[in-house]
């Protein structure tokens, strides 16, 4: 497809409201006669609420009410269904007991005039509680094994048999510590009821799920809820599916009659507002002596919170990401009193991906062999999970490209044999993967009689650019410039989009809304044909409609607002919609990339930092190379912080969350930031969808800690199997 939009750099076009301020993120909101909710968190994470002393809060300057479970109106929980798209973070409500299962979990919510008040009596609400014994603290500090998930097991071959029989071999565990989003704008509602209808403003992921999971909880029609969501301050999986915070705003607002907003505290973010679960994985890998792998076992254990059971699938890219005829899969979920974990970008594979790859890496040296060698040497060209070929598949390009951009022939295996002045070098690399998703989705196109051209879709923007590419499209099939396409998202009212998830929406949502635009040229050929009007009595398919006109065989051309303003319209309408298809009887889909990582280690003063990263990614089409370059780029930096820095830190005696704000929770900073050089390949994948694009939101982020890890090696001779690699790991002989 020859495109002239679509494909090629276009700036935000939502960039200048971000800029001047205009953006209404959630938290901006403000309504007239509204209140301020602050939620009450405990301070045990396992045990019973026993006492709130209410009465000298309820006489604080401004406080109007605080609800906990003595007298919370009595709701309904959601089925938490994927299918019905009801699905919630926690399915627990909040206050729905005085059991506690998690520091952080709410026990109270202040409602107060100001928001000052409201946080002031909220931190003086005293709270009196029975903490038990025996609270787990998390899955890397306990030896259990919790219980085994069916449905996430998967074999094929005789993997057992094979490994016994091979001759090389490794059998390593691998840990990665909980982490936490840290988006920039934190968890925010502000709930408003008019004449029975729940109006909500959410930072939110998934407007339509969260109207649907609201309707359930207040036992409500769907149409009479409104989830809002207009811009995001980003999420990465955290707001998906909507929290506690949100439905005690909401009852709350209802009780008192008043809109009432909460913007979560960081603490308060980090402690029950999702995280990325612990894992514990063993990977079991056998190969033959030229380096053909023979077997390979993923087993896995993840956490969860006792109140939902949230489980995080780390193995399944182990089943489909080399050729190996003997492979299985399993994991075990174990409840601890964390927060309830959430997706995280890439959740799942990154975790699986950082073992398998790690893994992979300790095979190839067990080989004394190249480890890019390694997995060339199992390339596969159709996914052994499903016995299906790719779509599309040019990892081997990946990897070609990215190599000679980092030199890597250049590269000496021996550990710590590298060196420039002080410091010693280490080469790592790793492949990059992530599966390709389509979802159902439903779109509205308008051509006005202005000359603009409006399309609205129930998905929203999480920063990711879906704005600017649903205007890419429009302007793509209309010829009409992008200032002159105006783009609603991030309402449920619209209709019904995907999830900003799964880095699905691209490829779900501009599908729909091409369908949407053919639809509504169609539907302008028809009044364009009417009596008395410029075409009349001819045939609608003979027209053509081109750069914003349309135009018959004899080259007569009237633009769409000519046409409109003339018969006295305001607009014609096109409804479209898309779903996957057969298709995806036909192929696998994923995308696939390689990332080169140089490390500097500086054994004197201890300092370890990441110093250049190259990246090869095939994601189809990029549908706007700048946006998605912006993705890649983000995801190396956030890969950084999972291989180096980033811990959720519970306290081994009581199951607390030591470090709950932005100061000892260390993420990657300006001053760690590496030379990075990313190449999106340019691949269009038709067989997915028209414009062959597959989504780039999460990809960038598999394989860069287990890159990290294995040019961390490299350079020190430390085989560090738990993430992050923090330098007193390194300091230990
Ligand atoms: Mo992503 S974890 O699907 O927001």
């Known amino acids: 497809m020859d495109t002239q939009v679509i494909g090629h750099r276009t700036p935000r076009v939502d960039g200048e409201n971000k800029l001047t301020g205009r953006a209404d993120y959630t938290t901006d909101w403000y309504v007239e006669d509204m209140l301020h909710g602050y939620p009450v968190p405990a301070s045990i994470a396992h045990g019973t609420l026993e006492a709130l002393d209410i009465e000298p809060v309820l006489a604080m300057p401004g406080v109007v009410a605080v609800y906990h479970h003595g007298n919370f109106p009595k709701l309904y929980r959601s089925p938490s269904s994927q299918a019905h798209q009801d699905q919630v973070s926690e399915v627990r409500l909040p206050f729905e007991d005085e059991r506690i299962h998690y520091d952080g979990q709410y026990v109270a919510m202040v409602v107060a005039e100001r928001f000052e008040q409201a946080r002031a009596a909220a931190q003086a609400l005293q709270a009196r509680y029975r903490q038990d014994d025996g609270a787990r603290p998390g899955l890397l500090h306990s030896r259990e094994d919790g219980r085994l998930l069916e449905s996430e097991g998967g074999s094929r071959g005789d993997p057992e048999n094979a490994y016994e029989r091979a001759p090389v071999k490794i059998d390593h565990i691998y840990g990665i510590a909980p982490e936490s989003h840290m988006q920039m704008e934190m968890h925010a509602t502000l709930a408003q009821w008019r004449d029975g209808r729940l109006i909500v403003h959410e930072s939110s992921q998934g407007v339509i799920y969260q109207q649907k999971a609201m309707a359930r909880i207040f036992d409500l029609p769907e149409e009479q809820v409104e989830v809002i969501s207009h811009y995001i301050g980003s999420g990465f999986g955290n707001k998906l599916f909507m929290w506690p915070h949100a439905v005690a705003v909401a009852a709350a607002a209802r009780e008192l009659g008043r809109p009432v907003k909460t913007v979560l505290p960081r603490q308060q973010d980090m402690e029950s507002g999702g995280n990325r679960p612990a894992s514990r994985q063993r990977l079991r890998l056998a190969a033959d002596a030229q380096g053909r792998l023979q077997s390979m076992r993923h087993d896995s254990t993840t956490e969860t919170s006792f109140v939902h059971p949230y489980v995080d699938s780390v ?33 799942g594979e990154v975790s699986g991906i950082y073992a398998l790859e790690c893994a992979m890496d300790e095979l190839a040296i067990a080989l004394d062999m190249d480890p890019l060698e390694l997995r060339r040497r199992n390339y596969n060209h159709e996914d052994p999970a499903k016995g299906l070929p790719w779509s599309s598949k040019h990892l081997d390009t990946c990897y070609d490209s990215a190599a000679r951009r980092f030199g890597w022939e250049r590269r000496n295996s021996a550990v710590g044999s590298m060196t420039e002045g002080d410091e010693i070098l280490g080469w790592g690399m790793a492949t990059s993967s992530w599966f390709a998703g389509r979802q159902p989705c439903m779109a509205r196109v308008e051509l006005r009689a202005d000359g603009t051209v409006l399309a609205a879709c129930g998905t929203q923007d999480i920063g990711t650019g879906t704005y600017t590419v649903v205007a890419q499209t429009v302007a793509e099939l209309t010829g009409v410039p992008l200032d002159r396409v105006e783009v609603r998202l991030g309402e449920s009212s619209l209709p019904a989009g995907p999830l900003s998830g799964g880095s699905m929406a691209t490829a779900t949502t501009l599908p729909a809304v091409a369908a949407a635009v053919r639809a509504a040229i169609d539907e302008l050929k028809e009044v364009a044909t009417d009596e008395a009007a410029p ?3 001819a045939d609608p398919d003979g027209l053509t409609f081109r750069d914003g006109a349309l135009v018959d065989a004899q080259g007569k051309r009237v633009t769409f607002d000519e046409l409109l303003t003339g018969q006295k319209l305001g607009s014609v309408n096109g409804d479209g919609q898309a779903a996957p298809g057969d298709e995806q009887q036909q192929y696998s889909f994923r995308s696939f990339g390689a990332h080169f990582v140089e490390v500097r280690w500086d054994p004197a003063i201890t300092r370890l930092r990441v110093s250049r990263v190259v990246s090869s990614i095939d994601i189809g089409r990029a549908v706007n190379p700048a946006t998605a370059r912006n993705q890649v780029e ?18 081994p005696r009581d199951a607390r969350l030591i470090n709950n704000n932005y100061s000892d929770y260390i993420v990657t900073s300006h001053a760690d930031m590496p030379d990075i050089d990313v190449e999106l390949l340019d691949n269009p994948d038709y067989a997915f969808n028209e414009f062959g694009a597959r989504g780039v939101g999460e990809i960038g982020l598999t394989g860069i800690a287990p890159a990290i890890a294995n040019a961390v090696y490299h350079a020190t001779g430390k085989r560090i199997r738990e993430l992050p690699i923090t330098i007193d790991k390194l300091l230990v002989e």
Do not use: W
């Open 315 to 347: 193995g399944s890219p182990t089943l489909s990401l080399y050729a190996c005829d003997n492979a299985a899969i399993s994991q075990h979920l174990l409840e601890v009193n964390h927060g309830t974990p959430c997706p995280m970008r890439a959740p």
């Open 535 to 537: 075409f009349t009595g």
């Open 634 to 651: 983000g995801a190396i930096v956030m890969g950084m912080g999972m291989g180096l820095f980033e811990k959720l830190d519970y306290d």
